[in-house]
T-cell receptor, first 116, second 114 residues
Framework: GENVEQHPSTLSVQEGDSAVIKCTYS??????FPWYKQELGKRPQLIID?????GEKKDQRIAVTLNKTAKHFSLHITETQPEDSAVYFC???????????????FGSGTRLQVQP | DVKVTQSSRYLVKRTGEKVFLECVQD?????MFWYRQDPGLGLRLIYFSYDVKMKEKGDIPEGYSVSREKKERFSLILESASTNQTSMYLCASSLFRPGDTEAFFGQGTRLTVV
């Protein structure tokens, strides 16, 4: 089955700096790669996702890149703010009928701390 | 707004008890999932279901079972609770439509087995 590895496990940056979180996956059938943010005491929520027909996607200060050949994808947060402090999870799954297990496999999470 | 609701926020149960965790979604989603969240281990899939009465094992199904009698409801059952099942349990649901497969999570149930 799918295996997703995520690094680093913790990341501390100064406000205004950039943060990068990296994930690798193992199953070449995976073609959907979402990122979830979980604030303390709250449920995980989708912040951005990418599908394997594109290499990069941006939404304001966050961006995700995908290298399907190398089976890795990354989350980039620019101009970090204290409210970006949270745990971030990457995930992978196939989309479409007959393409494997229809469930997200998550990485182990990255705790991002933005210091004011 | 999609709503996924778990029946309890906190539960304390004794070792050996049978425990039911309930999850209801209101968006007619085909897929429903149960994950377990532990520090440093991320979210691990216990079971999932893509249709009524259908279920598939995830990565850590041992000690758990599930029930999906209605499309909107997915129950996780701990047949005989053990202390190593103390954890945060998260339910999620999604469509299975390419391009529209975002998973929506419930608020979580923190289960303590004593």
């Amino acid at each position: 089955g799918e295996n997703v590895e995520q690094h680093p496990s913790t990341l501390s940056v100064q406000e205004g700096d950039s943060a990068v979180i990296k994930c690798t996956y193992s199953d070449s059938a995976s073609n959907y790669f979402p990122w979830y943010k979980q604030e303390l005491g709250k449920r995980p929520q989708l912040i951005i996702d990418i599908r394997s027909n594109v290499g990069e996607k941006k939404d304001q200060r966050i961006a995700v890149t995908l290298n399907k050949t190398a089976k890795h994808f990354s989350l980039h947060i620019t101009e970090t703010q204290p409210e970006d402090s949270a745990v971030y999870f990457c995930a992978a799954s196939p989309e479409g009928l007959g393409t494997g297990r229809r469930a997200l496999t998550f990485g182990s999470g990255t705790r991002l701390q933005v210091q004011p | 707004d999609v709503k996924v609701t778990q029946s309890s926020r906190y539960l304390v149960k004794r070792t050996g008890e049978k425990v039911f965790l309930e999850c209801v979604q209101d968006m007619d989603h085909e897929n429903m999932f149960w994950y377990r969240q532990d520090p440093g281990l991320g979210l691990r899939l216990i079971y999932f279901s893509y249709d009524v009465k259908m279920k598939e094992k995830g990565d850590i199904p041992e000690g758990y079972s599930v029930s999906r009698e209605k499309k909107e409801r997915f129950s996780l059952i701990l047949e005989s609770a053990s202390t190593n099942q103390t954890s945060m349990y998260l339910c999620a649901s999604s469509l299975f439509r390419p391009g529209d497969t975002e998973a929506f999570f419930g608020q979580g149930t923190r289960l303590t087995v004593v």
